[in-house]
């Protein structure tokens, strides 16, 4: 078993707390000699058989109120200790060609690194035959989605392949691992350079693969330097405006917008008001207004953060920018509502720049079921997990000092 | 030099007063000298019979009995009569079960009867009546009561001994049986043993011990209680606490009405009090006898 924050568990000490009583109060036992004890009856005396088997059941108790204390606190992470996998990843996409691979392989070879070559679908390369499974995944996305869902943390990753626009447009989850871009030019070699330098931004330096020799040499020196940035964006209210004909689109945000709050463990109010009672009063972080008559001007200037859903917008670039706003347009075919919001809200360098920004929600009717899918595959279903078993040691701790006072009454 | 003035609370604290007979002694002559106080010897000497009253001679009566000088006065033979002096035999019988050892203000249950005991050793020798202690079949004098006061050994519990209390009360002689208990039994053997006291016309006295903590079973900081007899450890706890007061309080009553409803004398004796007290109660009683009889 791991812990999130280790450096808690010297509260297990805590638990001798009782331990330590017991024997203080044992060590502390006055008798009074007195004459007979004849007019006891039989039940008092198995009573004290009785308190002693109760004080054991209390001590349990107690060791265990600080037990769960302490686990709390040290956040455990109940995955098993073979899937943590301290090694270097190299994401491999299907159709790098057969020469790059090659290259890459003798320098990582010669050099006996510790890599594993993993495709698409997290499974492993032979690399000896040289042989790729053809899989059906899409984009990296899905890869590390995979990643998370089974628990797997390497030290780092490395994703290596030639992308479109539309594979390289989701972000990937939080990671606690660095993440490197190694992406080679496809067709549009234009567009590759530009994603590239989004991706690498961090690094503060394009990489335009064309040798498998600077390839390898890259997999290896930028691993361990690079680490996602760390959210750290709090929100106290997030305020749904919209229009009465947008209500099936409210609803599929106000869901999405609390799967978010709840990913990111936030103690953050979603509110859903109509947009005609907007007035001078209503003020939080971030307005979400959904409807496109809706002036944006009027308010933002009381909220942090100001995104609209607008049938209006129809770019055809990935992302375009102007002073003020930023167009996002996803597509609503493949991209979860829950991720996108969680990436507008937090992933977006829009958002650093304080910018508003104009959003295209996919919405379709299917989206419940995409979300059920959705949680059972990305980073979502381990949060939840998390918050459900916190959920349960706190009821446990409830049940266990109220065990314990019963205890304590029936000891007196 | 000033004469140093041993206090009864000084010999009752110390150890040794309960196992020197001349401690002892010394300790129940202070008490009896505290009952004494008022009292004082007659200024003028009598006869040796005490005169109580005429009776008119009826022949047979003894000659020498008749009063000469009421005949002289009256013409008729009067016949002056004294009271009949009985020496009744006492018998002292200590419970010597291990309850016994209960300690209360510096004292024991034991120690109190032994000191009980030997200052009614002292009243009973003043009254020159026989004295026995338990199952002695042969008349004590003072030194040898003490002598056995002192060297009363106790036993784990009543009915260890049950055979020689029953000897104590075997003989057909008319005596009185003064027993000093705390009455902790399992089966009411004290009470029938006493019962079959009574039945056989002795006239029997019983002093209940207890001391306050212990009927209030107020004993703070104290979390067990140990059992003196059986040795067994319990916790302490309100219920304890409770079942004790309801069981002094019960027992109390319940003594009081056995004994009353078999003519046995009862006095309840506080270990807080001072043995004084118990001995007023004592003669109390005696002098409630004597009138009945």
């Given at each position: 078993?791991l812990?999130?924050?280790p450096k808690w568990?010297?509260?297990?000490l805590?638990?001798?707390?009782?331990l330590l009583?017991?024997l203080?109060?044992k060590?502390?036992?006055s008798v009074?000699?007195?004459?007979?004890?004849?007019w006891l009856?039989h039940?008092?005396?198995?009573?004290n058989?009785k308190?002693?088997?109760?004080?054991?059941?209390?001590?349990l108790?107690?060791?265990?109120?600080?037990?769960?204390?302490?686990?709390i606190?040290?956040?455990?992470t109940?995955i098993n200790?073979?899937?943590?996998n301290?090694?270097?990843?190299?994401?491999v996409?299907?159709?790098?060609?057969?020469?790059?691979?090659?290259?890459v392989m003798?320098t990582i070879?010669?050099?006996n690194?510790?890599?594993?070559?993993?495709?698409?679908?997290l499974q492993?390369?032979?690399?000896?035959?040289e042989?790729?499974?053809?899989t059906?995944?899409?984009?990296?996305?899905?890869?590390f989605?995979?990643?998370?869902f089974?628990?797997?943390?390497p030290?780092s990753?490395?994703?290596?392949?030639?992308f479109n626009?539309?594979?390289?447009k989701?972000?990937?989850?939080?990671?606690d691992y660095?993440?490197?871009?190694?992406l080679l030019?496809?067709k549009?070699?234009?567009i590759?350079?530009?994603?590239a330098t989004i991706k690498t931004?961090?690094?503060?330096?394009?990489?335009?693969?064309?040798?498998?020799?600077?390839?390898?040499?890259t997999?290896?020196?930028?691993?361990?330097?690079?680490?996602?940035?760390?959210?750290n964006f709090?929100?106290?209210t997030i305020?749904?405006?919209?229009?009465?004909?947008?209500?099936?689109?409210?609803?599929v945000?106000?869901?999405a917008l609390?799967?978010?709050v709840?990913?990111?463990k936030?103690?953050t109010?979603v509110?859903?008001?109509?947009?005609?009672n907007?007035?001078?009063?209503?003020?939080?972080?971030?307005?979400f207004l959904?409807?496109?008559s809706?002036?944006?001007?009027?308010?933002?200037?009381?909220?942090?953060?100001?995104?609209?859903?607008?049938t209006?917008?129809n770019?055809?670039?990935?992302?375009?920018k102007?002073?003020?706003n930023?167009?996002?347009?996803?597509d609503?075919e493949?991209?979860?509502?829950?991720?996108?919001?969680?990436?507008?809200l937090?992933?977006?360098d829009?958002?650093d720049?304080?910018?508003?920004?104009?959003v295209s929600?996919p919405?379709?009717?299917?989206?419940?079921s995409?979300?059920?899918?959705?949680?059972?595959?990305?980073?979502?279903?381990?949060?939840?997990?998390m918050v459900?078993?916190m959920q349960y040691?706190?009821?446990?701790?409830?049940?266990?000092i109220?065990?314990?006072?019963?205890?304590?009454r029936?000891?007196? | 030099?000033?004469a140093?003035?041993?206090s009864i609370q000084q010999?009752?604290?110390?150890?040794?007063?309960?196992?020197?007979?001349?401690q002892?002694?010394?300790?129940?002559?202070?008490?009896i000298?505290?009952?004494n106080?008022?009292?004082?010897a007659a200024k003028?000497?009598?006869?040796n019979?005490?005169?109580?009253?005429?009776?008119s001679?009826?022949p047979?009566?003894d000659?020498?009995?008749?009063?000469?000088?009421?005949?002289?006065?009256?013409?008729?033979?009067?016949?002056?009569?004294a009271?009949?002096i009985?020496?009744?035999?006492?018998?002292?019988?200590?419970d010597?079960s291990?309850?016994?050892l209960y300690?209360?203000?510096g004292?024991?249950?034991?120690?109190?009867?032994i000191y009980?005991?030997?200052?009614l050793?002292?009243l009973v020798?003043?009254?020159q009546d026989d004295?026995?202690?338990?199952?002695?079949?042969?008349k004590?004098?003072?030194?040898?009561?003490?002598?056995f006061?002192t060297r009363?050994?106790?036993?784990?519990k009543?009915t260890?001994?049950?055979?020689?209390?029953?000897?104590?009360i075997?003989n057909?002689?008319?005596?009185?049986?003064?027993?000093c208990?705390?009455?902790?039994?399992?089966?009411n053997?004290m009470?029938?043993?006493?019962?079959?006291?009574?039945?056989?016309?002795?006239?029997?006295i019983?002093?209940y011990?207890?001391?306050?903590?212990?009927?209030?079973?107020d004993?703070?900081n104290?979390?067990?209680?140990?059992?003196?007899?059986?040795g067994?450890?319990?916790?302490?706890?309100?219920q304890?606490?409770?079942s004790?007061?309801?069981?002094f309080?019960?027992?109390?009553?319940?003594?009081?009405?056995?004994?009353?409803?078999?003519?046995?004398?009862?006095?309840e004796?506080?270990?807080?009090?001072l043995?004084?007290?118990a001995?007023?109660?004592f003669?109390l009683?005696?002098?409630?006898?004597?009138?009945v009889?």
């Amino acid at each position: 078993m791991l812990f999130d924050n280790p450096k808690w568990l010297w509260l297990l000490l805590a638990a001798l707390i009782p331990l330590l009583i017991h024997l203080i109060k044992k060590g502390n036992r006055s008798v009074i000699n007195v004459g007979s004890l004849q007019w006891l009856k039989h039940k008092e005396y198995q009573q004290n058989h009785k308190i002693k088997f109760e004080q054991f059941w209390l001590w349990l108790v107690r060791t265990l109120i600080f037990l769960l204390v302490t686990f709390i606190v040290a956040k455990p992470t109940f995955i098993n200790i073979e899937k943590i996998n301290k090694q270097h990843l190299l994401l491999v996409k299907n159709d790098i060609p057969t020469e790059v691979i090659v290259n890459v392989m003798d320098t990582i070879n010669t050099n006996n690194w510790n890599v594993k070559w993993l495709d698409w679908d997290l499974q492993k390369v032979d690399l000896e035959n040289e042989h790729f499974e053809k899989t059906e995944a899409i984009h990296p996305y899905e890869a590390f989605e995979l990643l998370a869902f089974k628990n797997i943390k390497p030290k780092s990753v490395s994703v290596l392949g030639s992308f479109n626009e539309h594979q390289l447009k989701g972000e990937i989850p939080v990671t606690d691992y660095s993440v490197n871009w190694i992406l080679l030019p496809n067709k549009n070699e234009s567009i590759a350079s530009e994603l590239a330098t989004i991706k690498t931004q961090n690094l503060n330096k394009t990489i335009a693969i064309q040798q498998g020799e600077y390839l390898a040499k890259t997999i290896i020196t930028d691993m361990d330097t690079e680490h996602l940035p760390d959210i750290n964006f709090s929100l106290d209210t997030i305020i749904i405006a919209y229009e009465k004909d947008k209500l099936q689109i409210v609803e599929v945000c106000y869901a999405a917008l609390k799967a978010v709050v709840e990913y990111q463990k936030m103690a953050t109010k979603v509110i859903k008001v109509q947009a005609e009672n907007i007035n001078q009063n209503v003020k939080g972080d971030v307005l979400f207004l959904v409807g496109d008559s809706l002036d944006t001007k009027l308010v933002s200037k009381r909220f942090t953060k100001v995104f609209q859903y607008t049938t209006a917008i129809n770019t055809n670039s990935f992302i375009s920018k102007n002073s003020e706003n930023v167009y996002f347009n996803f597509d609503a075919e493949r991209d979860k509502v829950p991720d996108l919001i969680n990436e507008m809200l937090f992933k977006n360098d829009a958002i650093d720049k304080k910018y508003n920004a104009l959003v295209s929600l996919p919405i379709n009717s299917l989206f419940f079921s995409n979300f059920d899918n959705a949680k059972q595959a990305s980073g979502f279903i381990n949060i939840s997990k998390m918050v459900d078993l916190m959920q349960y040691i706190i009821a446990i701790i409830l049940l266990l000092i109220l065990v314990e006072r019963m205890l304590c009454r029936f000891g007196n | 030099m000033a004469a140093s003035i041993i206090s009864i609370q000084q010999l009752l604290v110390n150890p040794n007063t309960f196992a020197i007979p001349k401690q002892l002694q010394l300790l129940a002559q202070k008490t009896i000298t505290q009952l004494n106080v008022g009292m004082h010897a007659a200024k003028k000497l009598h006869n040796n019979f005490e005169f109580n009253q005429f009776k008119s001679y009826t022949p047979g009566d003894d000659l020498r009995l008749v009063d000469w000088k009421t005949f002289g006065k009256t013409k008729k033979l009067y016949i002056k009569q004294a009271p009949k002096i009985n020496n009744i035999s006492v018998h002292l019988i200590p419970d010597v079960s291990k309850s016994m050892l209960y300690e209360e203000g510096g004292i024991s249950k034991i120690n109190f009867t032994i000191y009980l005991f030997a200052s009614l050793c002292n009243l009973v020798m003043q009254q020159q009546d026989d004295l026995f202690f338990f199952n002695t079949k042969k008349k004590l004098n003072l030194k040898e009561a003490l002598h056995f006061l002192t060297r009363t050994k106790l036993v784990n519990k009543w009915t260890n001994n049950q055979q020689q209390y029953y000897q104590s009360i075997n003989n057909n002689k008319k005596k009185l049986i003064i027993y000093c208990s705390d009455f902790y039994e399992y089966n009411n053997e004290m009470i029938e043993w006493l019962n079959l006291a009574a039945v056989r016309k002795n006239e029997v006295i019983v002093f209940y011990i207890t001391g306050k903590q212990e009927r209030d079973f107020d004993f703070k900081n104290a979390n067990h209680i140990k059992d003196l007899e059986t040795g067994q450890t319990t916790i302490l706890n309100k219920q304890i606490k409770e079942s004790a007061k309801t069981y002094f309080q019960n027992r109390k009553n319940y003594l009081k009405n056995v004994f009353t409803k078999n003519k046995i004398n009862y006095v309840e004796l506080s270990m807080n009090e001072l043995p004084v007290n118990a001995l007023s109660k004592f003669l109390l009683i005696r002098s409630k006898i004597a009138n009945v009889i």
